[in-house]
């Protein structure tokens, strides 16, 4: 009877254990939830998985992959984008120039998690973070830049921050 019983409660844990996971499989989109509630735009990190996952339940380390990729991008792609305006820049050119360093030390720390990511050493990502963190905070916005209303790296700033905070919280659900 005893026995029965001890038997009875593992096989409803198995079940209750399975049904949990495979909700969590299914439910990706609620993942996806508790990570991006956890960045300052939640929206912007929404729309990096909405664009860029090729599968219906992806593991954490897809999440991954997908965050640090496009995190590489954006940082070489804003670095290209600084150095454009500054093509045009007039009194607004010093503030630039620092915005410019600030986006490479900031790209060599997204190009430093790709490559930790490839080499599987995850925990090493959470370490770029301060890194990031001190490039954004080279980047000074309170100046207007020529054919902008509003200076758009203030945006970029922010995507930047929430491209650190996605390594982050992923990173440390996948290690
Ligand atoms: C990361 O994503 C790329 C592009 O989708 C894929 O080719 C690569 O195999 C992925 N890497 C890992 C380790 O999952």
């Given amino acids: 009877m005893k026995m029965y019983r001890i038997l009875l409660i593992f096989l409803a844990t198995v079940l ?9 499989d299914g439910n990706s989109e609620q993942t996806v939830n508790v990570i991006c509630k956890q960045t300052i735009d939640t929206t912007f990190c929404r729309s990096v998985f909405a664009k860029k996952l090729n599968t219906p339940s992806p593991s ?4 991954l992959n997908v965050t640090v990729a496009e995190a590489q991008r954006f940082s070489a792609n804003t670095y290209f984008f600084i150095s454009t305006l500054l093509r045009d820049a007039g009194d607004e050119k010093p503030r630039l120039q620092m915005c410019a360093e600030a986006y490479a030390i900031v790209n060599t720390a997204f190009t430093n998690a790709v490559s930790f990511f490839n080499q599987g050493i995850y925990n090493k990502i959470l370490k770029l973070k301060d890194d990031v963190s001190t490039g954004v905070s080279i980047c000074k916005t309170d100046f207007s830049v020529s054919g902008y209303k509003i200076n758009p790296m203030i945006k970029k700033n922010r995507e930047a921050l929430v491209f650190t905070a996605m390594e982050n919280i992923i990173g440390q659900m996948a290690s």
Avoid: G, R, Y
């Fill in 16 to 24: 209750f254990c399975s049904v949990a996971e495979a909700l969590l």
């Fill in 60 to 63: 954490k380390k897809d999440l």
